[in-house]
């Protein structure tokens, strides 16, 4: 089974929040834009997915992930992340009406294609699953099977919400690329740690943090 992936990008500008104690103002754009490259370039290298739809309305992330070969399609306006993920799925659909549809983070810039894959395959057993961040608190993949709802409930405490909304947590180990987001300074950590891809390895490269930057 292949996958839609869609990844959501909110605008640059006001992106990774979070990061303050670690990256500057004028670093923290660049650091969204990294993550989310490499995110992107590691998933359509990945055997289960077909293709890569991005929904955002931010110019220059929209250039620059349709230079990798995502698609790229506005969000839903006024609408918050939810209604532009189920609006992005419905597009999608539109052209793949029986394609099974994943949304996945845009912040996963250790993400290896094996264990994406893994996830994946997992999730094509259940109508609709979802994957734990490493923090077990958030949600880094929300998937479905053709003919099924997205009905994505990010936020606050989404594990819990998409629980309680019938989707199936995926219980899985060694897939810790594919959980771990990055939200603070200790998280960029981690994920240098595990090894990220060229684009944040040059943005983080910026930064005073020691240990490997790069996948090996």
Known sequence: MQW????PVKPLARAKSRLSGTAGDGLRPVLALAFAQDTVAAALTCPAVRDVAVVTDDALAGRELAALGARIVSGEPGGGLNA???????????ARPQSPVATLNADLP????????????????FPRAFLPDAAEIGTT???????????PAFGIDSRVRHRASGAVELGLD??????????????????????VGPHTAAAAARLLIPGPQGRQ
């Open 4 to 7: 839609t992936l869609v990844i």
């Open 84 to 94: 532009a993920l189920a609006h992005a799925a419905g597009v999608v659909r539109v």
């Open 110 to 125: 250790a993400l290896r294609p094996a264990e994406l894959s893994r996830v994946l395959d997992a999730a094509a057993e």
């Open 141 to 151: 993949v929300l998937a479905v099977t053709p003919g099924r709802e997205l009905r």
């Open 174 to 195: 060694e897939v810790d690329s594919v959980r771990q987001d990055v939200d603070t300074g200790a998280d960029l950590r981690t994920a240098l740690a595990l090894g």
